[in-house]
């Protein structure tokens, strides 16, 4: 696909996944704790996690065919409205740092438009320490003539393991998931799931091996069920055989708190800080979602998910929710690290932004 004089737009194929794998890599993102996103052994492994529909952009400069940068288009099913529709996701947009302000994510944009369609609906998730990607979408150029509406603040909290002895909430059963429970999983998942705005339409094919949930078992579905029906479901996502979160730098103030907070973590049963260019071994809470948004069934579900991340390895389990989401109330007294992020939803008709109604949004994290 042709692009501007100096530059060349096409849809990345299997050559060019060494080159995006080296820049995603080496993009860090900003903030007290300074991360670069690796995504080894191969780039498009992850990239079947964000839909069952993943174009990943790539901008080549003509001169020397070095990369400039990327950006990802997915496109999946999920309940917009309560109805399952086509929802689309624009992110990872990854520059190289000596491209940096050429404009290649305005230029690209209408690739965007003329892949999915003027009346597609997309979705985008900007970090709160992210102010270059924020002033994109907020400034008064906007990509390709896009429509940009922010819906909703998004808090993900990293909550630190320990090993302890799961609640027993009185009438709230919790237990893994098998093979043989998925078809009643997945139907309560599509039955109580659209209550939540952007719910994944998920199937049982997805569950069982399917790319779309690459890496997560059975197993790692928790299930409450209370006088035999089900009332809540969360997974713990492990994705470390393809996507790792890697420690690039600490800030001023974590790096002089880091020895104290290392002592004091292990004497109370936590994990100690990351060593920089290590990955963080962590775990997502993903499938999401409690009937009546029970706040006993949901720190049933949530103290599960905890010690089963335990059994991964893992030391931290990352929950995000909509700020407004009466389910983070769950959170409450669990020692944790906070992110702040923001939804926006894009489109380039009017239409598709108008339509929304007002139920709490619901995007699934591990998928980003």
């Known amino acids: 696909m042709s692009g501007e004089p100096d530059f060349e737009f096409h849809w990345a194929t299997a050559s060019d996944e060494p080159d995006i794998r080296a820049l995603v890599g080496s993009v860090a993102m900003p903030g007290a704790v300074s991360v670069r996103f690796a995504r080894e052994p191969d780039y498009f492994l992850g990239t079947t996690i964000m839909g069952d529909r993943c174009d990943v952009l790539v901008a080549r400069q003509r001169s020397d065919a070095r990369l400039a940068a990327i950006a990802c288009r997915a496109e999946r099913p999920a309940f917009v409205n309560g109805i399952e529709s086509r929802l689309g996701y624009i992110g990872q ?51 390709g003539g896009v429509q940009v509406r922010r819906l909703c603040g998004i808090t993900t909290k990293g909550i630190l393991l320990r090993r302890t002895l799961p609640p027993r909430p009185s009438g709230i059963d919790v237990r893994g ?124 579900l949530l103290a599960a998910c905890e010690q089963h991340a335990l059994g991964q390895g893992k030391s931290f389990l990352m929950l995000g929710l909509a700020e407004t989401d009466p389910l983070l109330a769950a959170t409450r007294g669990r020692l944790h690290v906070t992110y702040r992020s923001d939804l926006y939803a894009a489109a380039w008709s009017s239409t598709a932004l108008s339509k929304l109604d007002e139920r709490i949004p619901y995007v699934e994290i591990a998928a980003l």
């Open 177 to 300: 998931g098998t093979l043989g429970s998925l078809p009643e999983i997945v139907a309560f998942l599509r039955r109580n799931g659209p209550r939540r705005q952007f719910f994944p339409a998920y199937t049982v094919d997805d569950f069982a091996g399917g790319e779309r949930l690459r890496g997560l078992a059975p197993g790692d579905i928790m299930v409450a069920f209370r006088e035999g029906a089900i009332v809540g479901v969360m997974a713990a996502w492990d994705q470390a055989s393809y996507k790792q979160d890697i420690v690039d730098a600490y800030g001023p103030t974590l790096r002089r708190l880091r020895p104290l907070y290392d002592l004091t973590a292990r004497l109370f049963g936590f994990a100690a800080l990351t060593s920089p260019g290590r990955a963080i071994p962590l775990s997502f809470a993903a499938c999401l979602s409690v009937v009546d948004d029970d706040i006993a069934v949901m720190r049933a």
């Open 93 to 143: 947009i990854r520059v190289a740092e000596t491209f940096r302000g050429r404009w290649l994510v305005q230029r690209g944009a209408s690739r965007f438009k003329q892949a999915g369609g003027a009346d597609l609906l997309y979705l985008g998730v900007i970090a709160g320490e992210n102010p270059r990607a924020r002033m994109l979408l907020t400034g008064r150029r906007l990509p």
